[in-house]
């Protein structure tokens, strides 16, 4: 079962910063928290992981509170182009917990003109 | 860099069938996962291969099996096709147990 809770859906205007939250109160000092998004149908794709300092690369930035049971991705200018399912996935390490990645439901993120 | 491959993109196959499917990790790429998606469902864990042994397995039945070449390619293998099983099959790919990985574009199995 997937280890992180997410809303079901979020709109966010085109232009602003969307920010995904996610919880993981059960996560343990070796896991990471991945994000992936998937846009209609097609593979996932990649955006950022961390595990517990705050990441940023040229897509988003993690946000990952400092008891790590929970997080925020955000998206600083949001376009159309963003509007997928966003799944926040608790990773262990393989000498821990399973090493392959845990899909839960995501949040439909609707960015909106 | 080419990103993972899957083949074929669409397959229709008849109940009863067998179907097989085929990944290519991106290069440099030991561990090689596979997912169904079922229409409007989420992202089912199958299968996790590395260095050629499977590591972990989903809660699916034996006909859906697998492997992993010596060059860290990878097939899923469908037997007995139930209806049920029509979905998007999608393999990823990373470097290491612990690093991000890649996902190919996946393969549309229909079974009629």
């Known amino acids: 079962d997937a280890k992180t809770t997410q809303p079901t859906s979020m709109d966010c205007a085109e232009g602003r910063a969307a920010n995904l939250p996610c919880n993981h109160s059960?996560?343990?000092?070796?896991?990471?928290v991945y994000w992936y998004r998937q846009i209609h149908s097609q593979g996932p794709q990649y955006i950022i992981h961390g595990l517990k300092n705050n990441e940023t690369n040229e897509m988003a930035s993690l946000i990952i509170t400092e008891d790590r049971k929970s997080s925020t991705l955000i998206l600083p200018h949001a376009t159309l182009r963003d509007t997928a399912v966003y799944y926040c996935i608790v990773r262990g390490d393989y000498g821990g917990s399973q090493g392959n990645l845990i899909f839960g439901k995501g949040t439909k993120l609707s960015v909106k003109p | 860099e080419a990103g993972v491959t899957q083949s074929p993109t669409h397959l229709i196959k008849t109940r009863g069938q067998q179907a097989t499917l085929r990944c290519s990790p991106i290069?440099?790429?030991?561990?090689v996962y596979w997912y169904q998606q079922a229409l409007g469902l989420g992202l089912q864990f199958l299968l996790w291969?590395?260095?050629?042994?499977?590591?972990n397995r989903g809660n699916f039945p034996p006909r859906f099996s697998g492997r992993q070449f010596p060059n860290y390619s990878s097939e899923l293998n469908v037997n007995a096709l139930e209806l049920e099983d029509s979905a998007l099959y999608l393999c990823?790919?990373?470097?290491?147990?612990?690093?991000?990985?890649?996902f190919g574009q996946g393969t549309r199995l229909t079974v009629v």
């Open positions: 290069s440099g790429h030991t561990s």
């Open positions: 059960t996560i343990s000092g070796n896991e990471y």
């Open positions: 990823a790919s990373s470097r290491d147990l612990n690093t991000e990985a890649f």
């Open positions: 291969y590395d260095e050629g042994e499977e590591r």
